[in-house]
């Protein structure tokens, strides 16, 4: 199966595994599962490293190079994916985080997020 990690989880597993929820880790490790990174996220930790966020202190760059070489799946951002958008319901303000579950619900590909708001959207969406 095929799990897009939030921009959160994608951290924790690069960075900070002891931060990644227990039940998550089975799956992430699990052979049979493609891990996938949306191009969204490495935008989102490129934009809130440069403003100093203190939980993006990460080189973007870097992670992404990080992410390819330990076999993580990129997903790039497509038209369709940016159309979906508009068809999702008004649960949530973060655009990076809609952005995401407009490409689980249009790739068919299981979200993985830590956030209840992100959850509360209809379709392939799983919470931690």
Partial sequence: MKLLLDTHLLLWAAGEPERL???ASPLLEAP?????FSVASMWEVAIKSALGR?????DAA?????LIENGYLELPIAGEHAVAVATLP???R??????LVAQAQV?????????????AYP?????F
């Fill in 54 to 58: 203190d939980d993006f202190k990460v």
């Fill in 94 to 99: 973060d655009p990076f985080d809609r952005l």
């Fill in 107 to 119: 790739e068919g590909i299981m979200l993985l997020t830590v956030d209840p708001l992100v959850a």
């Fill in 21 to 23: 929820p227990e039940e």
């Fill in 90 to 92: 008004s649960l949530h």
């Fill in 62 to 66: 870097v992670l992404r190079r990080g």
């Fill in 32 to 36: 049979e599962n493609e891990l996938v």
């Fill in 123 to 127: 379709g392939p969406v799983r919470k």
